[in-house]
């Protein structure tokens, strides 16, 4: 379901108000907002943040019929269906358990704030100070691989992203 940027927590629970006050439980089963929580790091400070998967959008699991169709159509903030002209076409299960994987993993994603060539420097650890150029990047272990010269001479360093800051 499409609704307003912004706005899928509240057309998610004026769906599920309209289906509960109309008598839809039994077609209109389940209403979710696919979200993941997402480690930001950002100035060397570390924060755990809820991310919409796809802003804009909504999953409604329900049997198709005209009334649930009804329901959920003039539902306030939907704007639209997913599929050809007003009817919606239906998420194979591949990609619905897909979503569902990504959305009830209990691991949070990384948020990856450098590229690979960037000039960073290192704020804290034995290399406090230095500065380099980020060589590789590991998000799942949160640590990038730094180039750091000493001696005119590049060598690599692998540190946390909570250590590093970009160099102006």
């Known amino acids: 379901v499409h609704s307003y940027s912004g706005m899928e927590h509240k057309v998610k629970k004026n769906i599920e108000h309209r289906a509960e006050s109309m008598g839809m439980t039994d077609r209109i089963l389940e209403v979710v907002v696919p979200t993941e929580t997402e480690i930001e790091i950002r100035n060397g400070v570390r924060r755990e943040v809820e991310r919409r998967v796809f802003p804009g959008y909504i999953l409604v699991n329900m049997i198709m019929d005209e009334d649930s169709w ?3 159509r003039n539902s306030p903030g939907v704007t639209g269906f997913v599929g050809m002209g007003n009817k919606p076409t239906p998420l194979r299960q591949d990609e619905v358990d897909k979503i569902m994987k990504r959305i009830e993993s209990d691991e949070p994603r990384i948020k ?24 590789e990047i590991f998000p799942d272990k949160g640590k990038a691989r730094v180039l750091v010269s000493f001696f005119n001479r590049e060598t690599p360093v692998d540190v ?7 160099d102006a």
């Open 70 to 72: 009804y329901v959920v």
């Open 112 to 135: 990856v704030s450098f590229q690979r060539g960037e000039h960073v420097r290192i704020m804290s650890g034995p290399f406090a100070e230095f500065t380099g150029i980020v060589d």
């Open 160 to 166: 946390d992203f909570i250590q590093l800051v970009r």
